[in-house]
C-alpha cells in the first residue's frame, strides 16, 4: 500500500517562498504520477501540479504557473513542490496524491478524482 507524507507547509509573508516535500513510501506501478493539490474550506480540491514517473511529464495550473516549481528525486522516493512568489490567495491546505492508473506516456492530469492515494496534507498560510 502507497503512503505519502507531506512536509514544509508554514506561514509565509506575500511574496515570499516555501518548499513543500512529498515522502512516498510502498508499491508504486511501472509508471504512476504524483500531484499536489490544495484546498481551502469550502470548496473543492484544486490540482496544482503533477508529474509523472518515470519521464517527469509535467502540468500545472495557470493560476501557479511561472510561480511553482515541481520537482522528483526518485531515489529519494520524494516530490518537492517550490512555491516562489506566494500570494494570499495560494493559502490552503496542500495535499500529495498519486494517480496509480495513468495509462503508459499519457501526461498527468489535475482533476482529484483521478487520483487514489493521499496525504494527511499542510498547511501553508500566506499573511503580512
Known amino acids: 500500500q502507497l503512503q505519502l507524507v507531506e512536509s514544509g507547509g508554514g506561514p509565509v509573508q506575500p511574496g515570499g517562498s516555501l518548499r513543500l516535500s512529498c515522502a512516498r513510501s510502498g508499491f508504486t506501478p511501472n509508471y504512476y504520477a504524483i500531484g499536489w493539490f490544495r484546498q481551502v474550506p469550502g470548496k473543492e480540491r484544486e490540482g496544482v501540479a503533477c508529474i509523472s514517473d518515470p519521464g517527469g511529464v509535467i502540468t500545472y495550473a495557470d493560476s501557479v504557473k511561472d510561480r511553482f516549481i515541481i520537482s522528483r528525486a526518485s531515489a529519494e522516493n520524494a516530490v518537492y513542490l517550490q512555491m516562489n512568489g506566494l500570494k494570499p490567495e495560494d493559502t490552503g491546505v496542500y495535499y500529495c496524491?498519486?494517480?496509480?492508473?495513468?495509462?503508459?506516456?499519457?501526461?498527468?492530469?489535475?482533476?482529484?478524482?483521478?487520483?487514489?492515494?493521499w496525504g494527511q496534507g499542510t498547511q501553508v498560510t500566506v499573511s503580512s
Open positions: 496524491a498519486a494517480d496509480l492508473t495513468l495509462p503508459l506516456f499519457d501526461p498527468c492530469v489535475l482533476g482529484m478524482h483521478e487520483y487514489d492515494s
